[in-house]
């Protein structure tokens, strides 16, 4: 199995490496992954200027760009195969519910996907690392199920609780929960006393009911949620169509 890897929080990031170590005794694997941590970043390309690729000391490659910056450049001009696989993560953080639309992470797996290949992102729920190791451990072993089931390709979004690895067997299919909007932008004055302006953090859960990823690992399972692109609204569609009817 030939795998590529990326991921949002850049390739010195515990997540990546530990990712790489825990798939390079089951496939072969090549690293292409932010310079820099580019967090938030979704699924932005950057058109405004030209990038480059670094190989780092460790044999990682790394972009002056996004994460799909990363993925799409890796399989468009620098491999000479296709992967059989695209992995993503392991992201400080969770992805869960309406984040999944500002994840890298998640971002870095949908190029992939977008091309045609099965792609996994995959985060862990809470930040600092804690038990990344047996978080590169539940990923390998969802890896190595291939999920033949799925049609392919496929896109699975995992979030995994910081847990000792003993304690991460149960594992659940789940739907996307939903969050509250998100709290107000924090005001701030930079040295030179002009106004400046942080995003603030997520909102709430408005749904965590069971099924969903908020729900699953709350009870600390392993929460694993297909994604699909089609962002169609089909029933407004066809009142839109009775509409101009």
Same mark, same amino acid.
């Given at each position: ?109 949908? +190029?992939? $996907?977008?091309? /045609?290949? &099965? ?6 729920? @809470?930040?600092?690392?804690? %038990?990344?190791? =047996? ?59 002009? +106004?400046? $302006?942080?995003? /603030?953090? &997520? ?6 009911? @069971?099924?969903?990823?908020? %729900?699953?690992? =709350? ?27």
């Amino acid at each position: 199995m030939r795998i590529l890897i990326s991921n949002d929080d850049g390739y010195l990031a515990p997540g990546i490496n530990a990712l790489a170590d825990a798939l390079a005794s089951v496939a072969d694997i090549v690293v292409v992954a932010p310079d820099s941590n580019r967090s938030g970043a979704s699924n932005s390309l950057s058109l405004d200027r030209p990038l480059s690729v670094t190989r780092a000391a460790n044999g990682f490659y790394f972009v002056n760009g996004t994460p799909t910056d990363c993925v799409h450049i890796a399989l468009t001009g620098m491999l000479d195969y296709r992967p059989d696989l695209i992995v993503s993560g392991i992201n400080n953080g969770q992805n869960m519910g309406d984040d999944t639309l500002y994840s890298g992470t998640v971002a870095a797996a949908t +190029e992939g $996907f977008l091309f /045609g290949i &099965p792609a996994i992102a995959f985060s862990q729920v @809470e930040y600092g690392w804690a %038990h990344i190791d =047996a978080a590169a451990k539940v990923a390998r072993e969802l890896v190595l199920r291939r999920f033949d089931e799925l049609p392919s390709p496929y896109l699975l979004n995992v979030n995994i609780p910081n847990r000792p690895y003993e304690q991460l067997s149960t594992m659940a299919a789940t739907r996307l929960g939903r969050r509250h909007q998100a709290e107000p932008v924090i005001r701030a004055q930079d040295p030179r006393g002009r +106004e400046i $302006f942080w995003i /603030g953090p &997520p909102g709430a859960t408005r749904d965590a009911g @069971e099924g969903t990823d908020f %729900h699953a690992t =709350a009870q600390g399972q392993v929460s694993i949620t297909p994604l699909q692109i089609d962002l169609t609204h089909k029933l407004q569609l066809d009142l839109l169509a009775k509409g101009l009817a």
